[in-house]
């Protein structure tokens, strides 16, 4: 989604006021959590302190991260639930081995691009039954809790189902950001019925309850997966389905399947980054990274214009071949090895103008060879570390509550690209094109930072901003999300929309100083002024030298980082 933005106007950049603390950096929100045994950092505190009870009880980063994610289906609805998909990067210490699981749907089997034409649109809408593709998540957390898990799914869901029914209260951002969704969730009965009792949104501190998604988890936890896919469930979802236009069979549902897939990695400076292939984006921040490794980013300085040109120059190179590349491996070859390698990054590197923006960047040549969302971050006391990353996509996904389930439907599926020769186009049974992106980092074959950034497009430039700010300039793990991030917008979408003209807009928040805005303004990047909050970061790093976990949460959100 657009960021709402206005011109540039420097003097909205001031540095805000420094206020004292008693630790090394005046400027940090808060220290970090340090533990020995196990953590947990998310974006809402009920929902860590969930996951935190479960380490203590003895489970794994496997459970604590399920039980942490169905919590934050409750208490943060609009961007996550079992309406959508998961991703997870899985570190096992027993056999010291990472596992990649796609835990994403697909589009129904009835759903074909000529369904549009007939209806006359060159586009998928971003709300409604149309922008549906099968929700991912609950065989996504069976098949992690069967692979790494030590618990029952019932034992998991208790915590979830409990506050559903009892009611919690909500936090301040979690409520600003339900109250923008008013006007959309009114034009669905069912979805006001769930979502605004008595006709509004919950004020901050205000207990909320949802006994239909309480009914529904329980059902889940009492006969497993198959009640989502195969039961009743997937029968109302279905039954809404046909009564309002949608593409959805009972098949769908019943064909739906998590894959465990190898994940990827490239070196950054003596630490190798882990990522998930396409259908998702998070190459992307591998070959940024490839790109900055070229350049001595140290020397040029963290909120220097140097640096923040390179970035964007360097996001909007892995950008374009976002858009070009990056689509259903089961339906398209694609050059992912030759995207991340490090040959390409110097051939795109040598594409970059050091001191002006580039206005046009059309994708790459990797020479193909032939042959709202939430984030959770576990780490357990045997070192077990789970990134998990769990999303309906928009505010409230498709807008759409299927009955009484109690949960919204994602809108995944308006990702798609109309355009028949897209590697990204609709067809029926496929992937779109998935924002959400987890990330783990190992050093020395062992695990040191597992992390991720919420927030579509901005996830990848997230995660290099966060890990440029760990590897090259020093910070501590609170640090990195504390910093100051800018945001490109207005590149090509893998929807197969054109781009904003002039190479797009940067946008800032405030902390970047303004010498270094007014020279990136001066080298033509077109810069807006805008709230900010560019994504939502958890991290848990490993100091194996003290044995110790080292959590960070980022101020943008209501969250936390806890540990015992």
Known sequence: MADECTPFDATRFLPPTEYERPAANSRQSRSVVVARNGMVATSQPLAADVGLDILKAGGTAADAAIATNAMLGVVEPMSCGIGGDVFVLYWDAATKKLSGLNGSGRSPFALSRDVFRRKGLSQIPDAGPLSWSVP????????????????????????????????????????????????ALRRYPDSARTFLPGGRTPEPGEVSRNHRLAATCREIAEQGRDAFYLGRIA??????????????????????????????SSSYRGCDVWQMPPAG??????????????????AMGRYSADYLHLFVEAKKLAFADRAAWY????????????????????????RINLRAAATEVPAGDPQLAHGDTVYVTVVDRHRNCCSLIQSIYYGFGSKVVPGELGFALQNRGALFALDETHRNRLEPHKRPFHTIIPALVTRDQKPW?????MGGDMQPQGHVQVLASLIDFDLNVQEAGDAARVRHGGSQTPTGL????????????????????????????????????????????IDWQHGTLHGGTDPRKDGAAVGY
């Open 136 to 183: 991912g998540c609950v065989d996504g957390w069976e098949e992690l809790r069967r692979r790494f898990g030590t618990m029952s799914l019932a034992k998991l869901l208790e915590p979830a189902i409990q506050y559903a029914e009892e009611g919690f209260a909500v936090s301040e951002i979690i409520a600003n950001s339900w109250k923008s969704s008013v006007g």
């Open 235 to 264: 029968r109302e979802i279905v039954a809404c389905s046909e009564a309002s236009g949608g593409g959805f069979s009972l098949k769908d549902f019943a064909e739906h399947k998590s894959d465990w897939i190898e994940p990827v």
């Open 281 to 298: 984006q998070g190459i992307a921040t591998l070959q940024m990274l490839n790109v900055l490794e070229t350049f001595d980013v140290r």
């Open 327 to 350: 689509a259903d491996p089961n339906f398209e070859r694609l050059p992912v090895r030759q995207l991340i390698s490090k040959e390409y990054a110097a051939r795109q590197a040598g």
């Open 449 to 453: 930072f597992c992390f991720g950034v």
């Open 498 to 541: 054109p781009p904003e003209p002039h190479g797009g807009h940067v946008a800032a928040e405030a902390g970047i100083p303004l010498e270094t805005l007014t020279e990136l303004q001066r080298r033509g990047h077109r810069l807006v002024r805008s709230p900010g909050s560019f994504g939502g970061y958890q991290g848990i790093l």
